[in-house]
């Protein structure tokens, strides 16, 4: 609905307008009420101009910078059974330009290869569990899954939160 328009179909079109109506009834004077509309995108380029001019703020949330995917890091290992040579740091550091999505996906992936690793040896049973997850399983993780965000994506998105201005 928010997109950049193109081709319409009447329902989509109508819903479109009524949208944008009930978006510019919001700051009408003698209403009593405070609504806040919040809404989330990766691709603002692709967003109607009449939308744009609705939301008068605008929060560029970059990628996470070391020390929060330090963090987490440190959040989901604390969920899962890792050896001492797991750092959280150093995964950090391997992993710029990194989501935080792409460093969860990352952490789940160590602990299927481990569980994977448990019922291929036959050694799945009552009361087995997986072997710690090592740094190595990590490391493993990142070379088969890079960074979700492409260095170009993330200019362009740059770019147009420095045109459109953001906080």
Known sequence: LTGVRQVE???EAR??????KE?????EKGRSEHLC???????????DTAFIRRFTKRIYVSLPNRAARTAMFGQYLSQLNVDGTVAPEELADMTPNYSGSDIHDICMEAQLKVNRELFETGQA???TRPRPI??????????RRGSSVTEEALAK??????????L
């Open 157 to 166: 998105t740059e770019n147009w939160f420095r045109i459109h201005g953001a």
């Open 37 to 47: 509309v919040l809404a989330a995108t990766n691709k603002p380029w692709d967003l």
């Open 125 to 127: 049973g009552p009361g």
């Open 9 to 11: 179909v009447g329902g």
């Open 15 to 20: 819903a479109r307008n009524q949208l944008l």
């Open 134 to 143: 090592t740094m190595g399983d990590f490391e493993e993780a990142i070379k």
């Open 23 to 27: 978006m510019d009834g919001l700051t």
